[in-house]
């Protein structure tokens, strides 16, 4: 019930809150971009994922992620991100429930001027992550976005971090603490500028602790509707990505959806 009513709650804010234009809504699902909210301004986005863990076992894996960032300067903004597992596949109840949430602060440090790009640095902290050991972490990230030319534009990040968790050992109670990382790489076509964009996603992420490297290769769209309708839709992006995993520890495919807006 309680998710359920935040969830309407969410909606409505998506579908009847007034709307201002903004490079935000045009972020892929999973690449950060340089580009921060205006002063005042708060960027939102929904997303639902469906995934085949493939050779990690028989469940599919269905989550929404809910990510709102608040501009509160002219180039800095604080992040809040939590995700839900919906299911875990064949009506279980294993690990279902909220996931992980984490917050953070992200600042523009350059504009994108002649051969250098926009260049961001953020730090996100998650005081609750995982279901099974009580892990945290702290992740640092440079992002970059630049334009090659007036229909290419590259994003890209790198992330490093570490993980701490508590863990049974059987005779006790355990601390580790572990590498993170994380490298992103967006080529992105305009194909109608500001309209409709096509990319590539290639995600990496490695976990040194649990000895995974996940890699996947997404191709993406992000539709917007600039037109007015009943709903008051104007201006906010829908995506659509088809995630495939490039190795063993990777789901072997997946869709993730998601729809996005700068109030």
Same mark, same amino acid.
């Given at each position: 019930?309680?998710?359920?009513?935040?969830?309407?709650?969410?909606?409505?804010?998506?579908?009847?809150?007034?709307?201002?234009?903004?490079?935000?809504?045009?972020?892929?699902?999973?690449?950060?971009?340089?580009?921060?909210?205006?002063?005042?301004?708060?960027?939102?986005?929904?997303?639902? +994922?469906?995934?085949?863990?493939?050779?990690?076992?028989?469940?599919?894996?269905?989550?929404?992620?809910?990510? &709102?960032?608040?501009?509160?300067?002219?180039?800095?903004?604080?992040?809040?991100?939590?995700?839900?597992?919906? +299911?875990?596949?064949?009506?279980?109840?294993?690990?279902?429930?909220?996931?992980?949430?984490?917050?953070?602060?992200?600042?523009?440090?350059?504009?994108?001027?002649?051969?250098?790009?926009?260049?961001?640095?953020?730090?996100? $902290?998650?005081?609750?992550?995982? $279901?099974?050991?009580?892990?945290?972490?702290?992740?640092?990230?440079?992002?970059?976005?630049?334009?090659?030319?007036?229909?290419?534009?590259?994003?890209?990040?790198?992330?490093?971090?570490?993980?701490?968790?508590? +863990?049974?050992?059987?005779?006790?109670?355990?601390?580790?603490?572990?590498?993170?990382?994380?490298?992103?790489?967006?080529?992105?076509?305009?194909?109608?500028?500001?309209?409709?964009?096509?990319?590539?996603?290639?995600?990496?992420?490695?976990?040194?602790?649990?000895?995974?490297?996940?890699?996947? &290769?997404?191709?993406?769209?992000?539709?917007?509707?600039?037109?007015?309708?009943?709903?008051?839709?104007?201006?906010?992006?829908?995506?659509?990505?088809?995630?495939?995993?490039?190795?063993?520890?990777?789901?072997?495919?997946?869709?993730?959806?998601?729809?996005?807006?700068?109030?």
């Amino acid at each position: 019930m309680r998710r359920h009513a935040c969830l309407t709650v969410l909606l409505f804010l998506f579908l009847f809150n007034g709307t201002v234009h903004g490079a935000h809504i045009l972020e892929p699902l999973g690449t950060e971009t340089a580009a921060t909210p205006p002063r005042g301004r708060m960027f939102g986005q929904l997303v639902y +994922s469906l995934l085949d863990p493939g050779n990690q076992g028989s469940r599919t894996r269905s989550a929404l992620s809910i990510e &709102f960032e608040a501009g509160i300067g002219e180039r800095t903004q604080l992040n809040l991100e939590t995700e839900d597992i919906i +299911s875990a596949g064949d009506g279980g109840e294993e690990g279902k429930g909220i996931e992980e949430i984490s917050f953070g602060l992200k600042h523009r440090v350059l504009d994108e001027t002649g051969d250098l790009p926009d260049l961001a640095f953020g730090v996100d $902290f998650a005081p609750s992550s995982g $279901f099974e050991i009580s892990d945290r972490s702290i992740l640092a990230t440079l992002i970059f976005s630049k334009n090659i030319n007036p229909q290419i534009l590259l994003h890209a990040n790198l992330g490093y971090g570490i993980k701490t968790g508590i +863990s049974d050992t059987g005779t006790g109670a355990a601390v580790h603490r572990d590498g993170i990382g994380v490298i992103n790489i967006t080529p992105i076509y305009k194909a109608i500028p500001d309209k409709l964009m096509l990319m590539t996603e290639l995600n990496i992420d490695i976990d040194r602790g649990e000895k995974i490297s996940e890699v996947t &290769f997404s191709p993406e769209v992000i539709f917007v509707v600039q037109t007015a309708t009943f709903l008051k839709m104007q201006n906010m992006a829908f995506k659509f990505a088809f995630p495939v995993g490039l190795t063993g520890d990777s789901p072997d495919f997946g869709v993730r959806l998601g729809v996005s807006k700068l109030f």
